[in-house]
């Protein structure tokens, strides 16, 4: 593969710095349902403690960025032109009920792109990456998105609320990160979903686009409500057909 950048070396060693806290977390989630105050807060702790980690590892390495995260909101610094993006836990619910399916996504904004994405995985050890022109990556290894090109051999996955149920073989697994990465992994062939945050997806647009998939045109000056339609190629126009009415 080719060498990585520095920024992208930064945004590793941040989300395994996090990920140490985030296992031994989760697997104290079992006992957490029995005390009284409630498995919620303590979530709510792992998501501080975890962005803590991220942020103080990001500004050490690059004071100057500015910074979008998902508990923290909005920090602009001195360089407006570079902004990190970060979600520390991404399926927040799959988390809270010991469900082994989250993730942590770190993306840099450079002006009005992403130019570098990380969605990490850390209970099963998989991080997928990419950088602009670089190609996308998971543990090391290239990733494409899936050739399928007929719809009904197809598995897409959504989130949230889906007014008008598609004809469309899908899955909802509450991570939106992790779609994202499975779509450029080849794992599902599509994503669709409305009503998201810019940090939920942020690092997921780059690396799909790296692993040849397509995607509706995002505002990134748009931090919430966004809408997001990410496939192959291929069936991207089977796929807006059959989401006509999303």
């Not at 060498?3 to 941040?14: G, T, V």
């Not at 647009?205 to 040849?212: L, Q």
């Given at each position: ?23 031994r ?8 349902q ?6 919620a807060?303590f ?14 590892e990001?500004?050490k390495?690059?004071?100057n ?11 602009k ?6 902004t ?8 927040t619910?799959n ?9 942590i996504s770190i993306?840099?904004k ?10 990490f995985?850390?209970?099963?050890n998989?991080?997928f990456?990419a950088?602009?022109?670089?190609g ?7 990733i494409?998105?899936?050739k ?6 197809c ?8 007014e008008?149920?598609?004809d ?9 990160a992790?779609?994202?990465a ?6 599902y062939d ?6 998201l945050?810019?940090?939920d ?8 686009k790296e692993?040849g ?9 748009i931090?919430?409500n966004i809408?997001?339609i ?6 991207n ?6 989401l006509?009415?999303?």
């Amino acid at each position: 593969m080719n060498s990585i950048s520095a920024n992208l070396n930064i945004m590793i060693r941040a989300s395994e710095k996090a990920s140490k806290i985030l296992i031994r977390d989760f697997g104290e989630i079992e006992k957490l349902q029995v005390s009284k105050k409630g498995p919620a807060d303590f979530v709510t702790n792992a998501d501080l403690k975890a962005e803590k980690i991220i942020l103080e590892e990001l500004k050490k390495a690059r004071p100057n960025y500015s910074i979008i995260s998902e508990e923290s909101g909005v920090e602009k610094n001195k360089d407006k032109n570079n902004t990190w993006i970060v979600d520390p836990i991404d399926g927040t619910v799959n988390f809270l009920h010991g469900i082994p399916h989250f993730a942590i996504s770190i993306a840099l904004k450079s002006k009005d792109e992403i130019v570098s994405g990380l969605i990490f995985d850390p209970i099963k050890n998989e991080m997928f990456f990419a950088e602009k022109d670089n190609g996308a990556f998971f543990n090391n290894q290239r990733i494409r998105v899936s050739k399928k090109n007929q719809i009904n051999d197809c598995l897409f996955v959504t989130g949230g609320k889906t007014e008008n149920q598609p004809d469309l073989p899908y899955r909802k697994t509450g991570s939106a990160a992790l779609d994202m990465a499975y779509v450029a992994a080849g794992r599902y062939d599509g994503y669709f979903q409305y009503d998201l945050n810019l940090w939920d997806i942020a690092a997921g647009i780059i690396i799909v686009k790296e692993a040849g998939g397509v995607l509706n045109e995002i505002d990134l000056s748009i931090i919430k409500n966004i809408k997001i339609i990410a496939s192959t190629a291929d069936i991207n126009s089977k796929l807006l057909q059959k989401l006509d009415n999303f």
